[in-house]
């Protein structure tokens, strides 16, 4: 039986670009190599794409003998990139250009220009695959753009779509989304950094009547917690305003659950699937600081994960109910993590947010709370890759001219 070729597509030009490769690598080392052939292609910091004729001598990264499967779990950090596979594409790969062109008797990318003499036709150096599973977080992996390219070159793909990956990474939109379909939010406000810029004092107020504090203040579009900060008062507010503004014109804010007494505790619930998805157990985070944000995630020792989180019954119905909700709001597909908050005095569940491409090493919540479904790592990579061919295989069903 033929192999499905199987594009690991990472890195990127977005903050995220550390935590691709280690989701990457991951990917890479568990999938099962009986079923697929794998093609790891990389893109830089500034948005080059690279690949290799031989996928399978960048398989091992800088040492052979550390994969991201040997390493001890506290190794596995945005810090330390090189120790991973993928960062082997982007020290040793061949540069390509890939133009968003259908391939009828192929499917693929067909590069047209190498850092190579050309001596090679364009259809030597293609990038035949099959499906591709983009493992980008954040801008430009995340947000529906690496998704248009795909779409326009017609090859399947593991995730959300143009719209999904779009409305699930605008924190903004996505809320609106929410109240259309009747989820329950934190309170919040948005505002841009044009009129922050030009009226600071006039959105200060702005936010101080809306809202109490604390509050948490985002940049409307990113991820891994980038660009977020918690506000006691109005003497922090300011900063953190500026903070979220280094990353988008638009700035989320949201007022904290649990006001100053009482953190929120903070449920994650793993969704797959296409047009049924399902939902996993629930799992809860105890961040080793005040909030999880990025260095907790990535750098810190310290944060729990608790699976399956501390729920009674009716609560952990509640939130895979509310997380197959917002899989749905968005129009997402393939996969998604949902995260929650949850006051721990009255018990109320606030959805928080969705992510399109979660973190995806074996010891990130996505697949830890799989596993804890009965899912085990390599099988939940086939079963993505199953939802992405046959999502691809339903598209084909669309007329387009008469």
Known sequence: MKKIRVGILFGGRSGEHEVSLLSAASVLNAIDKEKYEVVPIGITKDGRWLTAGDAQNLLAGKDAGKTAQTLPAQALRAGDPESTSAAAVLAQGESVVVPPEPVHRERGLVPFQSDAALTRRASDRAINVDVIFPVLHGTFGEDGTIQGLLELADIAYVGAGVLG????????????????????????????????????????????????????????????SVGISKAHDRKELGPAIEEAAKFDRKIVIEQGVGGKKQKAREIECSVLGNDDPVASVPGEIVPGKEFYDYTAKYLDEGSQLIIPAKLTKAETKKVQELAIAAFKAVDCSGLARVDFLMDQKSRKIFLNEINTMPGFTSISMYPKLWAASGLAYPELISRLIELGLERHADKKKNQYSR
Do not use: C
């Not at 259309?180 to 044009?194: E, Q, S």
């Not at 985002?218 to 991820?223: C, M, T, V």
């Open 165 to 224: 990956s779009a409305a699930g990474m605008d924190k903004d939109i996505m809320k609106s989304l929410f109240i259309a379909a009747g989820i329950p939010i934190v309170k919040h406000v948005t505002i841009l950094r044009g009129a922050w810029e030009k009226a600071p004092k006039k959105m200060q107020k702005l936010v101080e009547s809306k809202l109490k504090y604390p509050v948490f203040v985002k940049p409307a579009n990113l991820g891994s």
